[in-house]
């Protein structure tokens, strides 16, 4: 098993730990336990990248054409004489 130190915590939410440990009759270490095993227990790992994510979000609302300009011949570089 892997130990974690959390330091510079807040005294109010240490406090609220204690209490939180005391009424449901645990250590406060195990009270931390719990509450991170119930945190991370409902997450599940995203199924689609960033971008899928974007693109599924506004696609009800129709995508935009853009007028692509025609292409012209490359400009002759600067000359530094």
Do not use: C, W, Y
Not at 22 to 30: I, K, L, V
Not at 61 to 70: H, N, R, S
């Amino acid at each position: 098993m892997a130990s974690i130190t959390v330091r510079n915590l807040d005294e109010g939410l240490k406090r609220r730990l204690r209490i939180r440990a005391a009424e449901n009759g645990r250590s406060m270490e195990q009270e931390a336990r719990e509450i991170l095993r119930a945190a991370l227990d409902g997450e599940e790992a995203p199924e689609k990248d960033l971008g899928t994510a974007i693109h599924e979000l506004f696609k009800p609302f129709g995508g935009v054409e853009l007028e692509i300009p025609p292409r012209e011949p490359m400009r002759e570089p600067p000359r530094f004489d």
